[in-house]
């Protein structure tokens, strides 16, 4: 049985002259990428070229990952700067908000969720989250960064990440309030998150990768 080399070890051999280390270590973060993308643009060949051009943007500047974070914390550093520049490209200072930016899991074999109703809610009053707010609970609750990994891929200080964690789970409660008269609480919020984080993972097959 072959071992499976690690991130590291794919780059120093891809540093190395190995290509076909780069396309074994590209295609490991693959999918991750296009399923990132394809939930903020409008079609999924949009999605495939960000894909493409954060993949070309570290094979051309492959030597500048000097291993102080993990090279998926710094894919995503680099996918969202992708992300940014095709909005101010477009006149956007950012992507619009909206259920269209969301990743809705849909009906997984083994629903996480305590009902339909509560994922229909939670999608709902996420949906009316700035992009920003959107963008950090998904990094942080589906993608799985820390603080100090989301300070990197945001390009923002850390005190500023855990405000808009914070925030935007305030602005989720007051949404959810909204959309169901019952409301919920912060650790109510914090479990449907948990709940919607865990139903994507086991739709995209992240589950178990050791990827998140």
Same mark, same amino acid.
């Not at 072959?2 to 076909?20: P, Y």
């Not at 019952?182 to 990827?211: F, I, M, P, T, Y």
């Given at each position: 049985?072959? *071992? #499976? ?7 120093? *051999? ?25 939930? +903020?643009? %409008? !079609? ?9 051009? !954060?993949? &070309? ?10 291993? @102080?974070?993990?090279?998926? #914390?710094?894919?995503? #550093?680099? *996918? ?21 930016? &969301?990743?809705?899991?849909?009906? #997984? %074999?083994?629903? &996480? ?32 960064? !820390? ?12 005190? !500023? ?8 789970? =305030? ?5 959810? =309030?909204?959309? @169901?008269? +019952? ?20 739709? *995209? ?6 990827? &998140?």
């Amino acid at each position: 049985m072959i *071992a #499976t080399r690690d991130d590291m070890a794919l780059i120093e *051999a891809w540093r190395g002259g190995d290509n076909r280390a780069g396309s074994e270590l590209f295609s490991r973060y693959f999918d991750e990428l296009y399923g990132f993308f394809r939930n +903020k643009v %409008p !079609t999924g060949d949009l999605a495939e070229d960000l894909v493409q051009q !954060t993949l &070309l943007s570290c094979v051309r500047h492959r030597d500048g990952f000097r291993g @102080d974070s993990s090279f998926r #914390t710094y894919l995503f #550093t680099v *996918a969202r700067s992708r992300l940014y520049d095709l909005y101010r490209r477009r006149g956007k200072s950012e992507p619009a908000a909206g259920v269209s930016s &969301l990743i809705d899991p849909g009906r #997984t %074999p083994s629903s &996480l969720f305590r009902s339909e109703e509560r994922r229909r809610v939670l999608l709902e009053a996420l949906g009316r989250l700035s992009f920003d707010q959107q963008l950090v609970l998904e990094l942080h609750y589906v993608r799985g960064f !820390t603080g100090p990994q989301l300070v990197q891929i945001l390009d923002v200080p850390e005190g !500023t990440v855990r405000s808009r964690l914070r925030r935007a789970r =305030a602005a989720l409660v007051q949404h959810i =309030a909204g959309v @169901d008269a +019952k409301g919920v609480d912060d650790d109510e919020v914090h479990a449907d998150l948990e709940s919607w984080a865990g139903a994507v993972q086991e739709a *995209a097959g992240l589950r178990g990768r050791g990827v &998140l």
